[in-house]
């Protein structure tokens, strides 16, 4: 079933929660946000290619001219709502239902339930996630561990719930409107608003989001007036939602300030998205031989670039009364290992003290494990809740200083390294799974990204590791022998019935093409509806009139 022009249609597998999930209200509301913004996104999104293809063509990101007025004047965003004054520590995951009670019983102050680079976009992760979330807002949520037997229930105080949906560029191929697929980033941010807004203002509080991957002010204002309609079509006045922008793309590095402005009456402050932002600077420059960057271990945030993107974040929110959160903490708990373990928690401390002295509000972590030694330093770094009165007066960033290379050796267990993350994260996610630790770290999309654009980089400029050029022989050869590694560490048995091969072979597509892909979840998302189409004896594609 493909619509009509009235027409809403539902392709995915059903799933258990779909009729409360996807109702034809719930839709309605979704269709009238692809019918009024769908036409700009696919424009903003041409934009971010011809962009990008002056960034090839040897042009280079600089602050805007047109907008130097507005960088200038003395403006402020909204007020900061009492309940989030206070975001010393943050913690991120997938939506789905354990991890959700976990993470808002963590102690830390604010839980991102992540539809992005956290969760492998198959149509049952998301409804079952948007599913997971209703109950959450509403205190009802609970899980049952079917192999344990141990039960979850929700603290009495738990974190502030965020939401992050997925990027502009992503589109959700089980949902048409109108015969064409929804963006998901209005199908996530839709069904969620439609279904829990009300519901949590008429609790005290109020919906919050999370916005990756925005690349210009222009993205910026696209959201604020998808808020506007949204807020409008609930009856809701303006400014009841807050987003919060990861700054985790190199153009969007020189436009916060305007970004801010964007969304001044729904700004909840910016984010280090500090991996997303390492990929960006490969796949924007990365053609060009002057932009080859050192094994991935060694880019670390005090490097300069890294250090001057994220101190101007701080001075940049700070002037503008918003929040300056910190980045994300990859690190998990070793158990078994006390060497190792300290070392994990030692890099932990590290970064926490770097973001606290930096004048951050706050900061990310991946664990729970993790929050109180992230919220031990920031109560004894941070005497109030928020650090909005550090200014960063002494800081001076020109567009050379984001762009400067780091030094550093590209070795044979970097590259190693960067290739069994990369099929290992990709082998996951295409059984469904976004978030997986891997050798210490969890990772997810971002760090993902940054290994396979690495590996691409390298190949693709032909640069010595270790003092051999890695020309495509030597770089099948190792793939090679890294899935021999990985078939012994996993097992026989997990090996066989994992998705590896599949892995394999588009991690190789991906490190090897004439040009950068722009996502690595693009075409493995075609490769989560073919597995879709072959699970929809169970397709329900009634439409929906709209």
Same mark, same amino acid.
């Given at each position: ?53 002056? &960034? ?130 209005? &199908?996530? &941010? ?357």
């Amino acid at each position: 079933m493909h619509g009509t022009s009235s027409q809403v249609a539902t392709l995915g597998p059903k799933t258990p929660s779909q009729g409360d999930v996807l109702t034809p209200e719930a839709l309605r509301f979704v269709a009238d946000l692809t019918r009024t913004f769908r036409g700009r996104i696919d424009a903003l999104l041409a934009r971010r290619a011809e962009r990008r293809a002056r &960034f090839l063509a040897g042009e280079r990101p600089d602050f805007l001219e047109e907008t130097a007025e507005l960088r200038a004047a003395p403006w402020s965003v909204a007020a900061i709502p009492d309940d989030i004054q206070d975001r010393r520590v943050e913690i991120t995951g997938p939506v789905d239902r354990k991890m959700i009670i976990n993470a808002l019983n963590s102690g830390a102050n604010v839980f991102m339930a992540d539809f992005e680079d956290a969760t492998s976009p198959t149509f049952a992760n998301l409804v079952e996630g948007q599913k997971n979330l209703a109950d959450a807002v509403r205190g009802s949520i609970g899980y049952v561990d079917p192999t344990s037997g141990k039960s979850y229930t929700l603290g009495e105080r738990t974190a502030v719930l965020f939401v992050r949906p997925r990027g502009l560029h992503l589109p959700e191929k089980h949902v048409l409107v109108d015969g064409l697929p929804v963006p998901g980033s209005l &199908f996530d &941010f839709g069904v969620y608003f439609f279904h829990n807004a009300c519901a949590l203002v008429e609790r005290g509080k109020r919906p919050y989001f999370y916005l990756p991957k925005l690349e210009s002010h222009l993205e910026a204002r696209l959201w604020n007036d998808v808020f506007l309609r949204a807020q409008a079509e609930m009856d809701l006045p303006p400014g009841t939602l807050r987003a919060t922008v990861l700054i985790e793309t190199l153009p969007a590095a020189f436009e916060m300030d305007e970004i801010l402005y964007e969304l001044r009456e729904h700004s909840a402050g910016l984010n280090c998205g500090r991996w997303d932002y390492i990929f960006s600077f490969i796949k924007k420059l990365g053609a060009d031989p002057a932009f080859i960057l050192p094994d991935r271990g060694l880019i670390t945030m005090d490097r300069p670039f890294l250090k001057a993107y994220t101190d101007l974040v701080v001075k940049t929110c700070h002037r503008r009364g918003a929040h300056a959160m910190g980045g994300m903490a990859a690190q998990i708990p070793i158990k078994g290992d006390e060497a190792r373990g300290r070392a994990a928690l030692d890099k932990v401390r590290a970064d926490k003290l770097r973001e606290v002295h930096a004048g951050h509000d706050g900061t990310w972590v991946a664990h729970p494990g993790l929050v109180p030694i992230a919220r031990q330093i920031f109560d004894a770094h941070m005497d109030g809740p928020n650090q909005l009165d550090v200014k960063r007066e002494d800081v001076r960033v020109l567009a050379e200083d984001l762009l400067r290379v780091p030094d550093g050796p590209r070795t044979e267990a970097g590259l190693r390294h960067n290739i069994k993350v990369g099929i290992l994260y990709i082998e996951a996610w295409l059984r469904g799974v976004g978030c997986v630790p891997l050798y210490d770290l969890m990772e997810d999309a971002a760090t993902a990204e940054i290994c396979r654009a690495q590996v691409w980089q390298w190949h693709h400029h032909g640069v010595s590791v270790e003092g051999t050029p890695l020309d495509h022989a030597r770089l099948i050869r190792t793939i090679d022998e890294t899935m021999e590694e990985l078939a012994k560490e996993r097992g026989a048995e997990a090996f066989a019935h994992g998705r590896f091969e599949e892995a394999r072979e588009l991690f190789t597509t991906l490190s090897t093409s004439d040009e950068l892909e722009e996502f690595l979840t693009l075409p493995a998302y075609e490769r989560l509806l073919a597995l879709s189409s072959r699970l929809a004896g169970e397709t329900d594609t009634s439409p929906v009139a709209a």
